[in-house]
């Protein structure tokens, strides 16, 4: 298995929604509203794709200004192809593409918090959220 990585690959929606249902980040996301999900890779200013020949197996979705902070909102790997470093590659190709000065910030899915101190986060007391509605 090799797998391959693109920067700003355009992908459809359709494949991103199947890639996150193959995911624990599917039950978080808008998987029912194409609309939304659509806004999302629309919208993400640095998006990094993992491919098994034409499947999309993983993605990094981020939103930066390039110069002081990304915000690393959804990394989401296949469930079948985790614990294959797909995850940890698409975090070092988003550092390489943020550019020099710029850091990553992230809200852990609870089922990734063990998963990002393996691969050099720290953790962060201050974190809010604020939901509409």
């Not at 930066?64 to 294959?84: I, M, N, P, W």
């Amino acid at each position: 298995m090799e797998i391959t990585y693109k920067i700003n690959q355009k992908i459809t929606v359709e494949d991103a929604i199947d890639l996150y249902k193959r995911t624990t980040l599917g039950e978080r996301r808008p998987v029912n509203h194409p609309e939304i999900f659509q806004q999302m890779l629309d919208n993400a200013n640095l998006t990094i794709t993992a491919w098994d020949n034409d499947k999309l197996v993983g993605i990094s979705r981020t939103l930066t200004d390039f110069g002081y902070v990304a915000y690393l909102a959804d990394l989401a790997v296949d469930e079948a192809y985790q614990k294959k470093g797909i995850g940890k590659k698409m975090v070092e190709l988003t550092e390489d593409n943020i550019g020099k000065t710029a850091f990553i910030t992230l809200l852990a899915a609870p089922n990734a918090q063990d998963y990002y101190p393996k691969i050099g986060f720290e953790t962060h007391p201050r974190a809010w959220i604020k939901r509409k509605g």
